[in-house]
């Protein structure tokens, strides 16, 4: 299992996705879609720094999965929650069942997912039933979840032009729990 125990082993490791080929396309690298997402996110929610970061490395553990990317976003939570505490580690980890629940709730969400999107929407369990959608709906960041997952569908343009890594490295740091 990977774990990071500072907040710089974190930012070396997204200085390395910049030449790792992203498992949502081969047009774009892995930190590039963490950017975009981490910038959609700036947008939407100026305040809220957590989320912002949780959406720049919300994929960070994808070199560790496998094919269906099915556990990415618990590896990627757990390597985190040290660091840069539980409601970033909860983010992250919820990005995946977001994605389930916006399908299971907003049937026409669907339809906007990349195709790898919806290959791995079965490999990470499908819709949600109506006991996991009160659930889901029960975690007090849900709804930070859900704009994290739109960020994270929102960030898949090979030509965006979004503020660089170092614009987001001091709140990387100030986030530090450690």
């Not at 892995?30 to 981490?38: I, T």
């Not at 990627?76 to 299971?104: M, Q, Y």
Request: charged letters at 25%; hydrophobic letters at 45%; one cysteine or more.
């Amino acid at each position: 299992m990977h774990e990071f125990s500072n907040t710089q082993e974190l930012v070396d490791h997204l200085v390395v996705l910049k030449a790792t080929v992203s498992a949502e396309s081969d047009k774009f690298f892995e930190l590039d879609h963490g950017l975009q997402c981490a910038a959609l996110l700036e947008k939407s929610d100026p305040l809220d720094i957590e989320l912002q970061i949780a959406g720049l490395i919300h994929d960070l553990a994808h070199p560790w999965d496998g094919p269906g990317q099915p556990r990415h976003a618990t590896m990627g939570a757990d390597a985190v929650r040290t660091i840069l505490g539980e409601r970033v580690s909860a983010l992250i980890a919820g990005h995946v069942p977001a994605k389930r629940f916006l399908v299971t709730t907003q049937p026409e969400y669907r339809d906007l997912l990349s195709p790898d999107s919806v290959m791995t929407l079965e490999a990470q369990g499908g819709d949600l039933s109506l006991q996991e959608v009160v659930d889901f709906q029960s975690n007090p960041w849900w709804e930070a979840m859900v704009a994290l997952r739109i960020a994270d569908d929102g960030a898949k343009d090979p030509h965006a032009v979004v503020p660089e890594l170092e614009h987001w490295i001091d709140a990387i740091h100030s986030l530090s729990k450690v």
